[in-house]
């Protein structure tokens, strides 16, 4: 197959992938905008289930997750260095740094880091597995925010300690929905 045949399927095939987004953004948009009726396209829509485009995704409390994800147990507040921007120019990539000056040793270790953000409708944003062999508790992503409030890094070690730090991260512009 010679180079330019190659390419020229690549174009064709995101030509026709493009073509297809848009149809289904087309559709979409359609069945936001006709009721579910007698209408004949609008009753093919409304098949779909009721209100499913404009659905609200579920909220989920910060104290709520929090409660499931660790129980009762308590936060300390320390030996969690969270460095996070003071303000973020775009809630779709906002970086955070985390570390921890808790020992790595085969029987001490920080086995976990958990991050949220209060804010966006399900707070919990990842976690990380850590194991001794990482030689420190450290941690740098990119995560989305939904609007200006608290990021969380809860580290938990072997023995079940849980040890945090919250910055508060300002949005200027919408990062997922908002």
């Keep these: 197959m010679k180079d330019n045949e ?12 493009g073509l297809a987004s848009l149809a ?4 979409s948009a359609l069945s936001a905008a006709i009721p579910s009726g007698n209408g004949r396209l609008g009753g093919l829509l409304g098949a779909l289930g009721p209100d499913e485009a404009q659905a609200a995704p579920e909220i989920i409390d910060i104290k709520d997750k929090l409660r499931t994800t660790f129980g009762s147990r308590k ?8 460095k996070t921007p003071i303000i973020a ?9 985390i570390s921890s ?12 880091i958990y991050i949220f953000a209060d804010k966006n409708h399900n707070p919990f944003i990842a976690s ?7 030689g420190k ?10 609007q ?15 040890y945090g730090s919250t910055k508060t991260v300002k949005v200027t512009i919408g990062g997922c929905g908002g």
Excluded at 24 to 27: A, D, G, H, Q, W
Excluded at 148 to 162: C, D, F, H, Y
């Design 128 to 134: 990380m597995d850590l194991t001794p062999a990482n």
């Design 89 to 97: 120019e775009n809630g779709a990539v906002v970086p955070i740094k």
């Design 75 to 82: 936060v300390e507040m320390s030996h969690v260095d969270m």
């Design 24 to 27: 289904l953004l087309s559709c």
């Design 137 to 146: 508790a450290a941690l740098a992503l990119r995560i989305k925010m939904r």
């Design 101 to 112: 000056d808790l020992p790595m040793n085969s029987g001490d270790y920080v086995k976990r």
């Design 6 to 17: 190659f390419s020229n399927s690549r174009r064709d095939f995101l030509k026709r992938t």
């Design 148 to 162: 200006t409030s608290q990021v969380r890094a809860i580290l938990e070690t072997s023995n079940g300690k849980l």
